[in-house]
């Protein structure tokens, strides 16, 4: 899969973490920044990364920051973008089978990187179950022209 990653200083760390494990899973790493342990502001990310995803240019984000939080607030505001911030494995495969989340968001200060790891795994290894929730995510949709 090829993987969109951003983060801002606050997820510096284990976006490296996760990006290294990622590549050494056969997976295409694309990422976004930050790259620097400088201050920076969370939405400069997660809007490089959300845009890139709506468009079609990676299979799935990946963002982090200290909490997870802040990139999701940002990231939801694009069209098409489906952010879930995320701390446990099971909200990890329940978000993409029936929200079909695009886009994960971790906190650093929240979790650690073995944890982040399995998130990602099962995140990235679960599909969006569709019927039902079809028309859900249809709602949703409509939400974002109001
Ligand atoms: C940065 O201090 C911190 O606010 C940011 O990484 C994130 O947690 C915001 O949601």
New binding site residues.
């Given amino acids: 899969m090829r993987i969109l990653i951003g983060s801002?200083h606050?997820?510096l760390s284990l976006k490296h973490t996760l990006s290294e494990r990622l590549r050494s899973q056969g997976h295409e790493v694309v990422d976004m920044g930050t790259d620097s342990t400088a201050s920076c502001d969370?939405p400069d990310y997660a809007v490089l990364v959300a845009r890139a995803v709506a468009a079609g240019e990676g299979d799935f984000g990946l963002l982090v920051?200290?909490?997870g939080?802040?990139?999701a607030m940002s990231a939801n505001r694009v069209p098409g973008v489906r952010a879930a911030v995320v701390s446990d494995v099971f909200s990890a495969k329940a978000t993409r089978q029936h929200n079909d989340a695009n886009v994960l968001c971790l906190?650093e200060?929240v979790i650690g990187g073995g944890l982040a790891g399995e998130i990602v795994d099962a995140f990235l290894g679960a599909s969006f179950d569709g019927g039902r929730h079809v028309g859900r995510l249809e709602k949703m949709a409509r939400l974002e022209s109001r």
């Fill in positions: 801002d606050g997820g969370y920051c200290g909490t939080q802040g990139m906190g200060r």
